[in-house]
Nanobody, 114 residues
Framework: VQLVESGGGLVQAGGSLRLSCAAS????????MCWYRQAPGKQRELCAT???????NYADSVKGRFTISRDNAKNTVYLQMNSLKPEDTAVYYC?????????WGQGTQVTVSS
């Protein structure tokens, strides 16, 4: 599975961004799609997950502000991020969890200014 993220950028605190992750390849093997983030000097953090059956989970740090969704026709997963905070600044990665292993995108930078 190949993943390409887009939609990162610079935004002021309180603003919004929508990240996209387009999947290609053996997408029929995907069990779940996830958004992770990694801030400088910190471990990679799982933000949101959507399974092939539609179950959605969020980290407490983003619950109520971020929304994960997918468009099956476009093989794309989205992360709508609202009420952004400076602590949301990180590189955001899309991941596909499959029976053959996990695939990662290249990451997209999100910077939230105070």
């Amino acid at each position: 599975v190949q993943l390409v993220e887009s939609g990162g950028g610079l935004v002021q605190a309180g603003g919004s961004l929508r990240l996209s992750c387009a999947a290609s390849g053996r997408i029929f093997n995907i069990n779940a799609m996830c958004w992770y983030r990694q801030a400088p000097g910190k471990q990679r953090e799982l933000c949101a997950t959507i399974t092939s059956g539609g179950t959605i989970n969020y980290a407490d740090s983003v619950k109520g502000r971020f929304t994960i969704s997918r468009d099956n026709a476009k093989n794309t997963v989205y992360l709508q991020m609202n009420s952004l905070k400076p602590e949301d600044t990180a590189v955001y990665y899309c991941a596909a969890l499959t029976v053959e292993g996990n695939s990662w995108g290249q990451g997209t930078q999100v910077t939230v200014s105070s």
